[in-house]
């Protein structure tokens, strides 16, 4: 196993997972003022991956420097205190307030893995506030690196790695040269929990700021998003009197008989 | 059919006996030839027949294997004569006959039967209203840790305060004993009948009747869920003043008559603070409407503080209305681990000087609770700490301003960690995390119950001798040898609100035994009375710590008391049995 490796983890700040989500009332976006906002829940199970690959290394004696990064606004320092508090070495943020699109986010971390040359770079396999599932394999695309999505089960290697992917009705096991590129899904870990002498250590580790200038990065929008709405109104169930009045209202309400 | 309605006999569908034959030969030879006619020819007929027959008209035959009655468990209750039968009472008539391997007792009606309060309750209420099926009655009789067991042949559900009165002022005139029923969640037997007591239940009263956005005044029926009204209010940014783990079943009435605690108190202070009104039925029938919404009121008596823990022995309250703070938008969750009750307790005496007004919640278990939420919970399936601990400290901050918060609880949890206060700790990072974090101490009462039974005391400690409670008792039955593996007693955990000097005493064991009960009490009531605490802190009194009242309150007090209950309910028909002792 290789005895050294670098694993950088994009780690994404969204709308809390348990917030009940709320369009604006522009109907341009979904609602983020005054909202709980907290890591995306995939990039957890990516930074939980990463330590765990650090700690597993660690017993023979070799090392991974855990790299956290994330692209967005200030508050999103806040994401990254959190990854170092679960384990992290250190992190990177780059700067900024403009909207920031899959391809966009792509590039930029392309441009940090050409400064950092990681071993492998871990995502979320998608990130639960735009569900785009787009930035891992983009970011592939771009480095042209082997990439292996929606992993439940890494197993590393002499410079590869094994992973199992769950696919529909089953799973799906590649091995691929590192480095790579590597996003997660829900059953990968379950990420522990930032303990108290971690929290106090993460204050001290290595925050850098990087803005998207300084990687010579086009960040515009490509997408324009024309129309955020809320899903229709659930109707509320309703008691039929008999056997009759259902079959009535299967046939004349719901029309499906 | 030539069998009077009134005098047929359903016999229960555990009665397992080798045909009509044998259950006439077992039948004693006092038993009157007209009892012996109506059973004989009852038994004739098939299950299906019986069916047919008002559900009034009975005879039991309960399997001596099943729960015992409340009733039978506790022989100094004795069933007030003066109230009318509802329903028949059973008489025993044949002590017990063996079947293959059980043994059972029959009982057989000889008083009359009473549909004519039947006939005045269906005219009153909707007919999905009143139930008498057995079945149906089960889940009203027994309570949720099955410790209690009523015999109520009758539930009525009214959906509004004018029903209740009428069913009250009816019973009130008929003495016909009531239960006031909310959620069933109570743990002292409070809400369970005993004998045959009508039980009057709050789950068709489910309005929410106003709620002011500017006051957070919320007025609404007392059968609402907590956990509902908690989501509405959610959803226009403010909260409930108190929450409890049995949110998702418990009515506002029944948090309000019972005076319930729970998990907020600390910050929200108890319902005695937070009602600003109630509407209440008297036994006699009289509305007592004193749903105000104001904050201040300095008129008169401050009657609805009678009602406020009354336990349903004053009336039966059908509207509150209640104060409700602003939601907090930045809610912190961690836990901790420490060493020793002296470390928890520094811990706590820190938190106010350093959380003070963001404190929401601050409360203690210790390992044996957490193994158990361990070993029988999905939500110990992760340890959030490495390593165990002897004590465990879950502290919430409810604030404003994030930062703010985060500011503060860092300094502070890292103050305790330098002076060595607290071991090890874990903050939780999103929604996720503080619901997990949560679940871990809502869930010890359930998981204490998966044990089998579960011996509760909910008592008021002051701080420093808080956790000695736990400690002699552990002690004690050690010394009795009844504690241990392959014992009756799985363990003695300690758990609860530090904030309140509110300790949880749990005993979960195999079973309920009188061994054990008599090994655990007077004890446990000497020994919080020695250290001036109170016997119940939130639970309440119901029926299971009415005879031991004189620990906590003096002669004169329960005096007093009685004659506040001679005053309202002077026919002694709400709620028999509970809440002041025997004379």
């Not at chain 1, 992993?151 to 096991?173: F, P």
Request: aromatic residues 6%.
């Amino acid at each position: 196993m290789s005895s050294n490796l670098r694993i950088l983890v994009a780690c994404k700040r969204v709308v809390d997972y348990a917030v009940k989500i709320r369009v604006n009332a522009a109907g341009s976006a979904v609602e983020t003022a005054n909202v709980k906002h907290s890591m995306n829940p995939f990039d957890e199970i990516g930074t939980e991956q990463a330590i765990q690959i650090k700690e597993a290394l660690a017993k023979n004696k070799g090392n991974a420097d855990v790299v956290v990064v994330s692209c967005g606004p200030a508050k999103a320092q806040e994401t990254l205190r959190t990854a170092l508090a679960m384990g992290a070495d250190r992190a990177i943020h780059v700067e900024s307030d403009e909207e920031l699109q899959p391809l966009a986010v792509a590039k930029l971390l392309k441009a940090v893995v050409e400064k950092e040359k990681p071993d492998i770079v871990i995502l979320g396999k998608q990130a639960i506030d735009d569900d785009s599932n787009q930035t891992g394999q983009m970011l592939a695309g771009l480095l042209n690196w082997p990439q292996a999505t929606f992993a439940s089960k890494v197993e590393l290697a002499e410079k590869a790695m094994t992973v199992t992917r769950e696919i529909d009705g089953g799973v799906e096991t590649i091995k691929t040269p590192l480095p790579a590129i590597l996003t997660t899904d829900l059953r990968l870990n379950v990420p522990r929990y930032a303990s108290l002498p971690n929290i106090m250590k993460a204050k001290k580790k290595p925050l850098a700021k990087l803005t998207v200038a300084e990687l010579g990065v086009d960040v515009k929008p490509r997408l324009e998003t024309l129309k955020v709405a809320e899903p229709p109104k659930r109707q509320g169930g309703k008691l039929v009197e008999s056997v009759d009045d259902l079959v009535d209202k299967l046939k004349n309400e719901a029309k499906v008989l | 059919m030539p069998l009077p309605a009134r005098a047929a006999i359903s016999l229960s569908a555990n009665l397992r006996v080798s045909g009509t034959r044998s259950l006439w030969q077992q039948l004693p030879a006092r038993t009157s030839s007209s009892t012996l006619a109506r059973i004989a020819l009852a038994s004739t007929y098939t299950r299906a027949s019986f069916s047919t027959f008002p559900k009034v008209a009975y005879a039991s035959v309960a399997a001596s294997n099943k729960k015992p009655f409340t009733a039978d468990k506790y022989p100094y209750l004795k069933r007030d004569e003066s109230f009318k039968k509802v329903i028949l009472r059973f008489e025993l008539v044949s002590t017990y006959f063996q079947s293959v391997n059980e043994s059972y007792s029959l009982y057989c009606d000889i008083s009359q039967l009473t549909e004519k309060d039947v006939e005045y309750f269906k005219s009153i209420l909707a007919p999905s209203a009143l139930s008498q099926d057995e079945s149906d009655l089960e889940a009203f009789n027994n309570d949720w840790m099955h410790k209690y067991r009523g015999q109520s042949k009758l539930v009525l559900k009214p959906s509004s305060t004018e029903q209740v009165s009428k069913i009250l002022k009816y019973c009130n005139d008929n003495k016909l004993a009531v239960v006031p029923q909310g959620g069933n969640t109570g743990l002292v037997g409070g809400g369970v009948p005993v004998f045959d007591e009508i039980i009057i239940s709050t789950a068709n009263m489910t309005s929410i009747r106003s709620f002011d956005t500017v006051s957070g005044a919320l007025v609404c029926d007392a059968g609402c869920i907590l956990e509902v009204l908690d989501n509405y209010l959610a959803e226009r940014g403010y909260i409930m003043p108190l929450d409890l783990g049995a949110k998702g079943s418990c009515h506002i009435g029944g948090n309000v008559a019972t005076n319930a605690g729970g998990l907020r108190l600390l910050r929200y202070g108890s319902l005695h603070g937070t009602v600003l009104g109630l509407e209440v039925v008297l036994p006699d029938g009289t509305i007592l409407d004193n749903l105000s919404t104001l904050r201040k009121d300095n008129t008169g008596y401050d009657l609805k503080q009678l009602f406020i823990g009354s336990e349903g022995t004053l009336g039966i309250v059908t509207g509150v209305s209640i104060m409700t703070p602003k939601r907090s938008k930045a809610v912190n969750v961690a836990l901790l681990g420490v060493s020793s009750f002296e470390n928890v307790q520094a811990a706590y005496k820190r938190s106010r000087d350093e959380l003070s007004e963001i404190l929401s919640a601050f409360e203690f278990f210790d390992k044996g609770s957490i193994d158990l939420v361990k070993k029988h919970l999905v939500a110990g399936k992760n340890d959030p700490l490495e390593s165990p601990h002897p004590f465990y400290i879950l502290i919430e901050t409810s604030g404003s301003n994030k930062e703010h918060d985060d500011e503060k609880l860092n300094n502070y949890l890292e103050g305790l960690l330098t002076d060595e206060i607290v071991q090890d700790g874990v903050v939780a990072q999103d929604t996720t995390q503080y619901k997990n974090l949560w679940a871990i101490r809502e869930g010890i009462p359930e998981a204490c119950s998966k044990v089998g039974s579960v011996y509760k005391y909910d008592l008021s400690i002051p701080v420093p001798v808080f956790y000695q409670m736990v400690e002699d008792m552990r002690n004690r039955l050690d010394k009795e040898g009844v504690l241990g593996e392959d014992k009756s007693v799985d363990s003695v955990i300690g758990f609860g609100h530090i904030g309140d000097g509110n300790l949880h005493l749990n005993i979960p064991a195999n079973s309920y035994s009188e061994e054990v009960i008599n090994i655990i009490e007077p004890y446990v009531y000497e020994w919080t009375a020695k250290h001036a605490g109170s016997i119940s802190s939130e639970h309440g009194l119901g029926l299971f710590k009415s005879p031991h009242l004189h620990y906590s309150k003096s002669p004169s007090m329960i005096q007093m008391m009685r004659r506040i209950k001679n005053m309202l309910d002077p026919n002694g028909i709400m709620n028999p049995y509970k809440y002041l002792p025997e004379k």
